[in-house]
C-alpha cells in the first residue's frame, strides 16, 4: 500500500532563516506530488505541484520553491523566511486520477 | 474567477442529529467531487467522492450529492457522533488548477 512521509513534524525558525521540508512517497510509481499551505483555521491553497523529476508547475509567487530530486521525493524550500510564511504544510500525491492523498503535514512558525 | 463556495463555515448538531454541509462551484466542466476529514494537527483524509456521471453516492452513515445543473455537491452525514467533530472540506478540479479546496466547515458533535 502506499505511504506518504513528511518531516520534520514541527518547526520553529526566525526570520530570514532557510527552510527544507521533505515529502516522500512509497508504494507508487512516478506520482503527482503537490505542496499546500494551511493558515491557521483556513483553507488548502496550492503552491506547487509536480508531474515528474524537475517538473514544477507553481500557483502562487512567493519566496518559496520546490524540487524534485528523486521520482518520489518533493521538497519545499526559501531562502530567507518571512513571518508570513508560517502556516501547516501539507505534501499529497495522486497516480494521474483525480484523488489527492495527504501526508501528515509540518507545523512551521517563523518568529 | 475559478472559486469554490462552502456554507457554512461552523455547524453544531446534536449527537445523532443529522448535518449537511453544501458546496458551489463556478467550472461547469468540472467532473470529481471529492470531501475530505481533518482532525486537529493532521493531513485531511478523503472520506468520499463523487463523479459528474453519478448524482449521489452513499458509504454507511455518509452520502454525497451532485447536482451539475446547479452546479452543487453536498455532504450528509447521519447519526453523528462525537468522534465526527472535525473540519470538512470540499473540492473539485478548476480551470487548470488540479483541486481547488472549498474554505472548509467545522462541524461539532455534541454529545
Known amino acids: 500500500s502506499q505511504t506518504i512521509h513528511q518531516w520534520p513534524a514541527t518547526l520553529v525558525q526566525p526570520v530570514g532563516s532557510p527552510l527544507s521540508l521533505e515529502c516522500t512517497v512509497e508504494g507508487t510509481s512516478n506520482p503527482n506530488l503537490y505542496w499546500y499551505r494551511q493558515a491557521a483555521g483556513r483553507g488548502l491553497q496550492l503552491l506547487f505541484y509536480s508531474v515528474g523529476i524537475g517538473q514544477i508547475s507553481s500557483e502562487v509567487p512567493q519566496n518559496l520553491s520546490a524540487s524534485r530530486p528523486q521520482d518520489r521525493q518533493f521538497i519545499l524550500s526559501s531562502k530567507k523566511l518571512l513571518l508570513s510564511d508560517s502556516g501547516f504544510y501539507l505534501c499529497?500525491?495522486?497516480?494521474?486520477?483525480?484523488?489527492?492523498?495527504f501526508g501528515p503535514g509540518t507545523r512551521l512558525t517563523v518568529l | 474567477g475559478e472559486n469554490v463556495e462552502q456554507h457554512p463555515s461552523t455547524l453544531s448538531v446534536q449527537e445523532g442529529d443529522s448535518a449537511v454541509i453544501k458546496c458551489t462551484y463556478s467550472?461547469?466542466?468540472?467532473?470529481?467531487f471529492p470531501w475530505y476529514k481533518q482532525e486537529l494537527g493532521k493531513g485531511p483524509q478523503l472520506i468520499i467522492d463523487i463523479r459528474s456521471n453519478v448524482g449521489e453516492k452513499k458509504d454507511q452513515r455518509i452520502a454525497v450529492t451532485l447536482n451539475k445543473t446547479a452546479k452543487h455537491f453536498s455532504l450528509h452525514i447521519t447519526e453523528t457522533q462525537p468522534e465526527d467533530s472535525a473540519v470538512y472540506f470540499c473540492a473539485t478540479p478548476l480551470g487548470n488548477t488540479p483541486l481547488v479546496f472549498g474554505k472548509g466547515t467545522r462541524l461539532s458533535v455534541i454529545a
Open positions: 499529497a500525491w495522486t497516480t494521474g486520477a483525480d484523488t489527492q492523498y
Open positions: 467550472d461547469s466542466a468540472s467532473n470529481y
